[in-house]
């Protein structure tokens, strides 16, 4: 985007230098005449006959210039993203802000594509052999970018990295990864595995070389990542630009620009102003009542309802005021929001108030449930029956564009439960820092959090983080309570369950269980909006929130 501008620049001023030569006299200096040699000391002897004169003296032949041409301008392609990575590790994160940058460095066996759906990737084709076993062909002559190849040992080793992770439970269904040979992987499950391919196109489905993790490290790893895909990264400044480039090796189609930047910019108000200067060429999670502006600029708006739904999880075994584990003061967190206020003036009233757990664009969803519902006089009398006595609440949010407006939002959430006659300490913090509680799962008290759902179905939603060892996990699922324990057992049992209309009524009793004793305060699904340059606009955002460059149209 930005090179074809530049180079457009460039053109005019050439066409502009050439027809002004072409009207004034002296543009091109004429070579200097020779000057006529010294004399030698004797004069030559005179020719027997001089030669007779042609009618006419030869034209002399033009010479054309030297070509002086302009080495081919570099592409680039600059996105203006919410704030910077905490990480790009693909088994550690699963944010927004990380997963829609290293989305475009790493691939999986499988692939979603822009109409949602899977197709082959670095796995050309698979079957089902019996009800445990799956058999992947995986693509020849594929490599790492720092030249590791990738075979069916980087399956194996992948999935084997994967248990020390906080995705572990992601693939627990995985008890074993034969390799057949260096291109034929076996997926071995403890039981029948009705998603199997829609596990292997989300989280924790990437592939990683794993000879270089083990060499560098974790840590290393997250700054410094490696994969097959058709970006590598080339610099990243925390908190500055982030700059991948067009991973010159890349066994498929080059990716359309050599060079893209993300650029945090973490107001809302200076990405629209970006935007607006040309300094950008897409801005990310644009608000709703900036639309007219982003179309009154000459850019064009790009929308679309996301599988996410943010929430405030609910301390269990880390908790600081023990009411917090109390059924009915939980109940009365809940219905102190008032989740359409805060739809209608954060956003618009684009985004949709949940009615459960599970988001609309999860199998299983079901449309005939009423709205989460507000109801603050019930929220008190709620209280009074838990026997709360005034205890401090530590609320845990983030202020640094985690979603659009959080601060804004935690800050409306804090403000909704002291009307119910809750204290609160609102705590605002660095994404960053936030998730240094949960991955110790030490929060003392709520925490704002977002959960995707890369499956389309409730297991890559709200389970994979509630249960044991998932990303939320607080020690809840394990509590013993008799909603954690249902809960545990009927979605262990629908993971297995291979026909759709026995799964979808397991996960739907579970959802209403979990709405009478919630786990999490639940808030809305969110959608996100961006603003982009017009040369972009057949380009269409994603449900899962992945920005891939591949989608994007190649400079003109």
């Not at 006529?36 to 030669?51: G, I, M, S």
């Not at 030249?147 to 069916?152: A, T």
């Amino acid at each position: 985007m930005h090179a074809r501008k530049k180079v457009s620049r460039l053109l005019v001023l050439l066409l502009v230098g050439g027809l002004l030569c072409g009207n004034l006299v002296g543009c091109a200096q004429p070579s200097p005449t020779p000057s006529a040699p010294e004399p030698t000391a004797e004069a030559p002897e005179p020719t027997a006959e001089a030669p007779e004169p042609t009618a006419e003296a030869p034209e002399a032949t033009p010479v054309p210039p030297t070509p002086t041409e302009e080495p081919p301008a570099e592409s680039e392609l600059i996105i203006g993203w919410m704030a910077s990575p905490a990480m790009l590790d693909p088994q550690e994160s699963t944010t927004g802000i990380d997963f829609g940058v290293y989305e475009n460095i790493y691939e999986r066996l499988v692939h979603r594509d822009e109409t949602d759906e899977i197709g082959p990737r670095l796995a050309t084709s698979w079957e089902q052999i019996d009800d445990t076993t799956w058999e992947f062909k995986l693509r020849e002559g594929v490599d790492f970018s720092n030249g590791e190849p990738f075979n069916g040992d980087t399956v194996k080793c992948t999935l084997e990295h994967l248990k020390d992770t906080h995705l572990a439970s992601y693939f627990e269904i995985v008890s074993e990864v034969e390799v057949v040979d260096e291109y034929t992987v076996r997926l071995l499950t403890s039981k029948p595995d009705p998603l199997m391919i829609q596990r292997l196109s989300g989280y924790g489905g990437s592939m990683i070389p794993c000879s270089y993790l083990d060499e560098v490290g974790r840590e290393e790893f997250a700054i410094e990542p490696v994969g097959t895909g058709p970006y590598e990264l080339e610099s990243w400044v925390r908190d500055g630009d982030l700059v991948l480039v067009r991973n010159e090796d890349y066994w498929g189609e080059p990716g359309p620009y050599d060079r893209v930047i993300f650029r945090p910019i973490p107001e809302a108000s200076s990405r629209l102003a970006a935007l607006e200067t040309d300094e950008i060429d897409v801005m990310t999670m644009a608000s709703p009542d900036q639309i007219p502006q982003i179309e009154e600029s000459g850019n064009v708006v790009r929308s679309v309802a996301v599988a996410s739904s943010p929430f405030y999880g609910i301390c269990s075994q880390s908790c600081s005021e023990p009411i917090l584990l109390n059924q009915e003061f939980r109940q009365a967190l809940n219905l102190a929001i008032d989740r359409q206020g805060l739809v209608d003036q954060l956003y618009g009233g684009k985004f949709k108030v949940v009615n459960g757990f599970t988001i609309s664009t999860d199998f299983s969803y079901d449309p005939t449930m009423p709205p989460m519902e507000y109801d603050p006089e019930r929220a008190r009398e709620l209280i009074e029956e838990s026997g709360y006595q005034g205890e401090t609440i530590v609320v845990q949010g983030t202020n640094s564009s985690f979603i659009l407006y959080d601060k804004q939002l935690n800050e409306a959430v804090a403000a909704m439960l002291e009307q119910v006659g809750i204290t609160v300490d609102l705590q605002l913090m660095e994404l960053a820092a936030l998730d240094e509680y949960t991955l110790a799962d030490s929060h003392p008290g709520l925490y704002f959090g977002a959960a995707s759902s890369p499956m389309r179905d409730p297991t890559s939603h709200w389970f994979r983080h509630l249960r044991p060892g998932g990303f939320y996990d607080t020690g809840w699922s394990s509590s013993g309570s008799d909603t954690a324990e249902f809960m545990m057992d009927t979605m262990l049992a629908a993971e297995s369950e291979m026909d759709p209309e026995k799964r979808a009524a397991m996960y739907q009793s579970v959802n209403k269980t979990l709405i009478e004793d919630p786990p999490w305060v639940l808030l809305f699904q969110m959608g996100l909006i961006y603003g982009v340059d017009p040369d972009l606009a057949d380009w269409q955002p994603r449900p899962d929130e992945r920005v891939l460059i591949e989608e994007f149209a190649p400079p003109r």
